[in-house]
């Protein structure tokens, strides 16, 4: 994305082999090379800035620079930058954070397991998942549902867990007894005519025949996003959950609510849950707990399954899973600062405000485009797929990689998006203001005009 490459350019060409990169695309135009950011805005090493739309990874919640979670990183470095948690071994700042958070969960939780990343949260839980059911005597209760345009993770489990072809293509996934179902996406999927109640009702039938064609009795857990990421930017059709949730109590399916993304305020509620209703028995968390400052997952344990562990303690043993860095010191810092600016700021209500604007400004802006055929989210949460024509939802051309073409336009003028296909997709950081956002649609709005006339 930079004309003049660096002797860092070159380095990085040279040396880094880049995670969800095109190597093609690195080697013609280089990386974007990040030195610094402050509040809102990154700032390249050639000294241009950005709004950044997409707060690094969906996880910058609180913005950059921000000197309570720095501070205190480095407290807890100078007094104890690392010890572990296996074998009974704890230290007083990983057990505060757990109690802070359970104390933060959306229903009653009874305990935490901590992780580095989404991904090893979410392998987390299907061991977890796995053990409750060998020790309720339901050994054949394994199979895990997803969906079609999940995401929930890169490991050898979790991409087979996550709902994109890109990521099995190649690797030899799905593995395990992982099994799909569709993904809500109601522009896309739902026939013509049909109202979002009765594509969840559809969806929901879909899910009872799949139970009932593999057996509920081999089924053990359902994984579901709030609102899909990496998907494509894909909020649920209205009665989605409520329409599903029977279903799975009545058949003892347990509900996994992934909130890497939606978690700690980005749908203008603290918990993705909480926007739609619905209680989950195991959460997965990550991204936001520490704001991104560094890498933490936090996987919410329930009653339900807690019991069931704690009572089988004897046939356990030793509890034969975890990760070095699991309960890392320095990371519990982080998240304890991060958690108390998240109410301080009122970052829950700030979303509850911003991220409605935002969605009416792109609305108003981009909504009779020849070519933006659905503008769809929640909350700081957006997504704009652009289509060739948008009275018949014909999408573009693949070889032209039109999303691609918008996001290096953003770029030159100053804001940072994500591509997604041909969605374009906005995740800031949740302390954004009203003129944030307008900015934000405004450069947005300018360069999808770049590429594509209205």
């Known amino acids: 994305m930079t004309s003049q490459r660096s002797q860092a350019h070159l380095r990085d060409e040279r040396s880094q082999f880049h995670p969800f990169t095109s190597i093609n695309d690195l080697e013609a135009d280089g990386p974007m090379m990040i030195e610094s950011g402050s ?37 807890q470095s100078e007094k104890l930058a690392f010890f572990h948690t296996f074998n009974g071994l704890g230290t007083d700042v990983v057990g505060e954070c757990a109690e802070a958070l359970l104390a933060r969960a959306p229903v009653p939780m009874s305990r935490v397991f901590f992780g580095t990343s989404g991904s090893d949260a979410n392998e987390t839980q299907l061991k977890i998942i796995w053990v409750y059911n060998n020790l309720r005597g339901k050994p054949k209760k394994k199979k895990i549902i997803s969906r079609w345009n999940a995401y929930h993770g890169s490991g050898v489990a979790t991409a087979s867990l996550t709902g994109l072809p890109g990521m099995h293509n190649l690797f030899d996934l799905p593995k395990g007894p992982i099994l799909h179902v569709s993904a809500p996406h109601y522009y896309r999927n739902a026939p013509e005519g049909m109202s979002e109640r009765d594509f969840s009702r559809h969806l929901a039938k879909e899910l009872q025949d799949t139970i009932d064609r593999e057996g509920a009795d081999t089924i053990a857990a359902f994984f579901a996003e709030a609102v899909m990421g990496a998907g494509g930017l894909i909020p649920p059709p209205e009665g989605y959950f409520e329409e599903i949730m029977p279903i799975l109590k009545k058949h003892d399916i347990l509900f996994v609510a992934d909130e890497v993304v939606s978690g700690y305020g980005r749908l203008g509620t603290y918990w993705g849950s909480q926007a739609y209703g619905y209680e989950p028995d195991l959460i997965t968390s990550a991204k936001g707990v520490t704001s991104g400052y560094f890498p933490m997952s936090a996987v919410f344990i329930s009653p339900k399954v807690w019991d069931v562990l704690d009572a089988g303690a004897d046939q356990i043993g030793v509890f034969g899973h975890g990760y070095t860095y699991s309960g890392h010191p320095v990371g519990a810092a982080a998240a304890l600062a991060a958690l108390k600016l998240i109410d301080d700021l009122k970052v829950v209500e700030n979303v509850a405000d911003v991220g409605p604007y935002m969605m009416q400004q792109l609305r108003d802006r981009l909504g009779q485009h020849a070519h933006v055929g659905d503008i769809r989210g929640k909350g700081l949460m957006l997504g704009i797929e652009l289509v060739k024509d948008r009275e018949t939802k014909e999408s573009l051309p693949a070889a032209n990689r039109t999303g691609r073409q918008v996001l290096k336009a953003a770029a030159e003028r100053g804001l940072i998006t994500r591509a997604l296909g041909d969605t374009l997709v906005f995740a800031p950081p949740l302390v954004i203001t009203r003129a944030d956002a307008d900015e934000i649609v405004d450069k947005f709005a300018l360069a999808v005009n770049d590429v594509l006339e209205s």
């Open 39 to 75: 509040g809102v805005r990154v700032r390249d090493i050639q000294g241009k800035e950005y709004i950044d739309g997409m707060a690094g990874l969906w996880c910058v919640n609180l913005g950059y620079g921000r000197k309570e979670i720095s501070e205190a990183i480095t407290r």
